[in-house]
């Protein structure tokens, strides 16, 4: 079985930057896609960003195009979301997601595509 393990959630000032990252242990697959989702306190679960582990191809959520970047190792199997320019609207608990299989219809932005999911961590923008 496959555990996801973020990290690098904490406070920022508003235009600041955080980096986190998630690392696959366990039995390790190889991945179709991974993507980042969040979740403020009232809210649904939101995309964010999403990496095609293959060729690195990626989708960002409007809101933070731009201002996010997703990345993969694929020696170390982590991927990570640099977060730059914060705003107080980024706050929420942020999941890391793992596809595993490849899909004739690719719906990275939809939460129920992912197979697997981390904890959580947690992001505060204090403006």
């Known amino acids: 079985q496959v555990q996801l393990v973020e990290s690098g959630g904490g406070l920022v000032q508003a235009g600041g930057s955080l980096r986190l990252s998630c690392a696959a242990s366990?039995?390790?697959?190889?991945?179709?896609?991974m993507g980042w989702f969040r979740q403020a306190p009232g809210k649904e679960r939101e995309f964010v960003a999403a990496?095609?582990?293959?060729?690195?191809?990626?989708r960002y959520a409007d809101s933070v195009k731009d201002r996010f970047t997703i990345s993969r190792d694929n020696a170390k199997n982590t991927v990570d979301l640099q977060m730059d320019s914060l705003k107080a609207e980024d706050t929420a608990v942020y999941y890391c997601?793992?596809?595993?299989?490849?899909?004739?219809?690719?719906?990275?932005?939809?939460?129920?595509?992912?197979?697997?999911w981390g904890q959580g961590t947690q992001v505060t923008v204090s403006s």
């Open positions: 990496i095609r582990w293959s060729d690195g191809d990626t």
């Open positions: 997601a793992r596809r595993v299989y490849w899909s004739a219809s690719t719906s990275y932005t939809v939460a129920s595509w992912y197979d697997d």
């Open positions: 366990g039995r390790t697959f190889s991945s179709y896609a």
